[in-house]
């Protein structure tokens, strides 16, 4: 009984080699292997192109528009076009995908279907997803920020590379790169929009002539706008901003193109400094006085 057993088995198992011995080797499976690779390859090939030379014609459109020197045109025009060329990469490679299967025989339609009811089932779980594309729009839509802004978000401060519909890419200023779903982005300030203002705080002696200081300090600021063009207008001297026991602090401001004040403020610091030594005007400094107890005793006494 177990040797009849045996000898079915070891038939069977001769059968199964056979058959798949025969299907690895007929001309069916080699014609299948031979065309749909050549399917696989030509739309891998064209996928590529499509992308490639779409992104570069999306490109030169864009390069065409922002011709124009409106800076905020420009910077939505940036924005967009980043998002149009990741928008035709998703389609593209999408659309290749489902080639790919199609010429793998394998039914698309079927497992599209299957995909919207899985879909259906996780969409429960997928609400964050949706809240970072529909914020993505609106941030893309409003024109919030741009690529190439610089701005704080969050906790997170630099300047925008990548605006897309579910994540912002923010290049840190000492190279770190903040990924940010957008679901997430509560607070926003936007450096790049508006002029930027430098405040300068100098401190003088409290015995240095103000009137001379005011009519130096003017003098100098007059000359500053023709030799920066980062300058919007000429800085204005607001004068005394405060005195504090040997400190008299002045006040300079300069109103600036965005994100140029840092630079400009640094310019004005050194030069009213070297201005202000010139002409004999003691910037301040802190001061100590000693008092000599033990002299003050013995003077008593005698």
Known sequence: MAVGTLETGTKELVTITERFWNYLTSDDLWNFILVASVKIISILI???????????????????????????????????????????????YFSAIIGVLSALNINVAGLLAGAGIAGLAIGFGAQSLVKDIITGFFIIFEDQFGVGDYIKLNTAE???????????????????????????????????VNN????????????ADIEKVEKLVTTYLKTLPPKHEELVDIPIFLGVQAVVGTEVTIRIVAETHPLQHYGIARIIRRDVKAILDRNGIPMAYPKMMLYDRGSKESEGES
């Open 196 to 207: 930027s203002k430098a405040v300068i705080d100098m401190q003088v002696a409290i015995d």
């Open 46 to 92: 064209v996928s590529y192109l499509v992308v490639f030379i779409g992104k570069r014609v999306i490109k030169r459109i864009f390069t065409l528009r922002m011709k124009t020197p409106l800076k905020h045109s420009e910077r939505r025009q940036t924005t967009i076009l980043k998002l149009l060329q990741s928008v035709l990469s998703y389609l593209v």
């Open 158 to 192: 630099g300047t925008v590379v990548e605006i897309g519909l579910r994540t912002t890419k923010i290049l840190g200023t000492t190279g770190e790169q903040f990924i940010i779903p957008n679901g997430q982005i509560t607070d926003v300030i936007n450096y790049s």
